[in-house]
């Protein structure tokens, strides 16, 4: 199971971190990303990253966000700076196997992920 935290309101400008751990029998995915979701739209990946330390951004988050692991406590997180109204989404952990012939861009764009957490709720306002 993966559990995220972290979420919350800030307003624009602000920064949120937040964080993916792996519980229970859930083994810790080599792969794993951030998608999230604004009413009305499309889930979005965000951001990835893969078990070689490769990682992959959405452009609309380049320069802004950044993805991370902590390998010893099993927890991915997503560190989101310069946070602005169109960031606010409900955001998703998601994680998986490595695949050699699909890197984290690639997954990012099809959402091919095994595990999915429940989602933390972003709000920035104005």
């Known amino acids: 199971q993966l559990l995220e935290s972290g979420g919350g309101s800030v307003q624009s400008g602000g920064s949120l971190r937040l964080s993916c751990a792996a519980s229970?029998?859930?083994?810790?995915?080599?792969?794993m990303a951030w998608f999230r979701q604004a009413p009305g739209k499309k889930r979005e990946g965000v951001a990835g990253i893969d078990s070689d330390g490769s990682t992959a951004y959405a452009d609309s988050v380049k320069g802004r966000f950044t993805i991370s692991r902590d390998s010893a406590t099993n927890t991915v997180y997503l560190q989101m700076n310069n946070l602005k109204p169109e960031d606010t989404a409900m955001y998703y952990c998601a994680g998986g196997m490595h695949f050699d012939e699909k890197d984290v861009g690639y997954r990012l764009e099809t959402a091919e992920f095994a595990f999915w957490g429940q989602g933390t709720q972003v709000i920035v306002s104005s």
């Open positions: 229970g029998d859930t083994h810790y995915p080599p792969c």
